[in-house]
């Protein structure tokens, strides 16, 4: 009984970091500067200096594959909760939609820490405008109630 009782617990303890929801600081100013060094070295080459992404992104370009979307408003970005934005930055699209899936979109697990990612996308919401912004505290909050 006691080894059954150690197993659960154990088990919870290492289910914990997958639960927990993933918190991004738009508002601290560090994270924030952290994460636009990150997001100039690794991101803006796709998808832009200024968040802008690639040309005609929603058009599928010759090779079959999407253009960078942006992340600023006009994108689709923050419709995503912050947990399904790390997970897609952290494992990249391949490793979330199949491995047949063509994108240019890189998984990132082997070149950011966990906390550069949290970095980068508390930068790319920082430069979101108020209301943007709450909306998305909304969908964070929606996706941990469902935890
Ligand atoms: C080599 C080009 C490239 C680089 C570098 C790149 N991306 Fe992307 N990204 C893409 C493409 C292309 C897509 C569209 C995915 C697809 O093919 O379906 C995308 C999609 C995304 C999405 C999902 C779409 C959305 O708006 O929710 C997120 C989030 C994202 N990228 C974040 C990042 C972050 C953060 C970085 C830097 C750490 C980064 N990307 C670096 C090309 C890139």
Not at 24 to 43: E, I, M, T
Not at 88 to 96: F, H, I, Q, S
């Amino acid at each position: 009984m006691k080894l059954l009782f150690t197993l659960v617990g154990l088990s919870i303890g290492l289910a914990m970091p997958h639960a927990n929801a993933i918190e991004l600081k738009p508002n601290d100013k560090a994270v924030v500067a952290k994460g636009k060094s990150v997001y100039k070295s690794q991101c803006a080459a796709c998808h832009g200096f200024s968040l802008r992404g690639q040309r005609n992104w929603r058009v599928r370009k010759p090779d079959g594959k999407l253009p960078a979307p942006p992340h600023d408003k006009s994108g689709h970005t923050w419709h995503h909760s912050s947990k399904v934005l790390f997970d897609y930055t952290k494992l990249g699209p391949k490793a979330l939609i199949g491995r047949d899936y063509q994108t240019d979109m890189p998984g990132y697990k082997d070149i950011l820490s966990d906390a550069e990612i949290i970095a980068v996308l508390s930068y790319i919401k920082s430069t979101w405008p108020a209301n943007i912004r709450k909306r998305h505290d909304a969908i964070d909050k929606k996706q941990n109630h469902k935890h």
